[in-house]
């Protein structure tokens, strides 16, 4: 009859295995544990920073409707889905909101939207008129289009959005734009004229844009004024950059033009040139770039050369008396 002790070893070594799994499900368990109360005590440590509420802006005619909501750039998705990145890209802080209606017509509602941009430029960057629109007397750079409000008060981009394009609306909706602006005190140290950048002649009116980044689909290119010409029926587009130092402009300088000869653009000739303006062809639009001192500019993306090559030097003298 076979004996049964050789088994006790199998037993034995299935024993000794068990808990050695079972003491590594304990530590996983254990460390699990550990993480998860430093986590909590990690969240419970993290400062919550009030939503800001606009209510005391309210003119007679308003009512608060909802109460105030606040988004960060994380989380801007959730109330602008579609549209986060392009305020993200530009410097986004935080946007602040808030809906109200009319006291007299609960039906009938706005919504303030504050997007802190960080700095004034952010705020411009951001501030696209509407083709179309009314220019208001709230700020320098302000409008309304069908009742709305948007304007740019310092770091703040504002948008009042009524629902409906009724005239009480429109009215409650200025006057709730006019309250933000008298109430929030803005540094303008920092400020410039853009209008100063530019010269008069041939400018379309209220054309001239901020852009804060990738401008022209260069990455490093950013911080740059643009502005919209016309000359003889040929549209033209005019930039400015202003940099930090004269080496920084010359080397900004460098990297647009090698970005436009990455993609095949080629030398454009017939016309006479200026040492220090460089031009391009591409496809059939011509560009022309010169750096001086602080300043990189010139025309982008033009039809026609003859304006390109006018607006160019009208553009760099223009500079070179802003620096004498």
């Known amino acids: 009859m076979p004996s049964d002790k050789p088994a006790k070893p199998r037993k034995l070594a299935q024993t000794v295995v068990s808990l050695c799994v079972l003491a590594v499900l304990a530590g996983v368990a254990a460390g699990l544990l550990v993480k998860q109360s430093r986590f909590r005590a990690w969240r419970t440590k993290q400062p919550i920073e009030a939503v800001t509420s ?3 802006l309210l003119p007679d005619a308003l009512a608060p409707m909802s109460p105030p909501e606040r988004f960060m750039p994380a989380t801007l998705w959730k109330k602008i889905n579609g549209q986060a990145d392009f305020y993200v890209d530009a410097g986004l802080v935080e946007l ?9 017509s609960p039906a009938d509602w706005l919504e303030l939207y504050v997007y802190d941009m ?17 220019a208001v007397d709230i700020t320098d750079d302000a409008y309304q289009s069908n009742g709305s409000v948007f304007l740019v008060h310092g770091r703040y981009y504002v948008e009042v959005r009524a629902a409906q394009p009724t005239e009480r609306l429109a009215e409650a909706a200025m006057a709730l734009a006019r309250n933000f602006v008298a109430d929030t005190a803005i540094d303008t140290a920092s400020h410039l004229d853009p209008a100063r950048l530019f010269p008069p002649g041939d400018l379309v009116p209220d054309s001239i844009t901020f852009r804060k980044a990738n401008v022209f689909g260069l990455a490093e290119f950013d911080n740059v004024w643009l502005a919209e010409y016309e000359l003889d029926g040929v549209k ?3 930039f400015i950059s202003v940099r930090d130092s004269d ?14 000869d990455e993609f ?6 017939g016309l006479l040139h200026r040492t220090g303006v460089i031009d391009r062809e591409l496809s059939g639009s011509y560009y022309y770039i010169f750096h001086f001192g602080r300043y990189v500019g010139g025309v982008h993306e033009c039809s026609d050369q003859d304006t390109a090559h006018q607006l160019a030097y009208e553009l760099h003298d223009h500079v070179a008396r802003l620096q004498e």
């Open 54 to 56: 606009f209510e005391h």
């Open 96 to 104: 602040n909101c808030q809906r109200f209606a009319l006291a007299a």
């Open 118 to 134: 960080a700095d004034w430029t952010g705020a411009l960057a951001v501030f696209v008129p509407r083709e179309g629109a009314a």
């Open 236 to 238: 033209a587009r005019a």
């Open 247 to 260: 080496e920084e402009a010359e080397r900004l300088f460098g990297s647009y033009v090698d970005f436009l």
């Open 264 to 269: 095949g653009a080629e030398r454009a000739w």
